[in-house]
């Protein structure tokens, strides 16, 4: 599956130029980044603990990510489950995509405005009249 989506991911107008930037054009950098690849989503679906790394971070690094990307990156990747897994395997795959691709796009795109100086912000309510 690694393969097939990210051959597509590669030679995608919008998204594979934005890869290429990034991991580079070379077959052998293509090599690399799917074996790494593999052990992210082995991780993920099967516990295997193949991966290490911060992929947040990884992503932070891309300039030309927009947060439309994300649902492009999620159709491609629906297709090629489907043509690879049973339903329910290729649910699960999707579920866990939807899951990884909405946790960048908040990190990325979503953040909440800072707090500012001084402002604990504990949640409690202040003590009204009287005594702390």
Do not use: K, W
């Given at each position: 599956?690694?393969?097939?989506?990210?051959?597509?991911?590669?030679?995608?107008?919008?998204?594979?130029?934005?890869f290429a930037r990034a991991i580079g054009s070379a077959d052998a950098d293509w090599a690399r980044h799917l074996a790494r690849l593999a052990d992210f989503w082995s991780s993920l679906m099967l516990r295997s603990g193949?991966?290490?790394?911060?992929?947040?971070?990884?992503?932070?690094?891309?300039?030309?990510?927009?947060p439309a990307m994300f649902d492009h990156w999620l159709a491609?990747?629906?297709e090629a489950c489907a043509e690879v897994f049973e339903p329910d395997t290729a649910d699960a795959f999707r579920e866990r995509a939807e899951r990884v691709a909405r946790s960048l796009r908040m990190g990325l795109f979503e953040r909440l405005p800072a707090r500012p100086a001084g402002r604990q912000g504990s949640g409690a309510a202040p003590a009204q009249g009287g005594r702390a």
């Open positions: 599956m690694v393969d097939l989506f990210y051959g597509r991911v590669r030679r995608d107008p919008l998204l594979g130029p934005v193949r991966y290490r790394g911060d992929p947040f971070s990884i992503h932070q690094r891309l300039p030309d990510l927009e491609l990747f629906a």
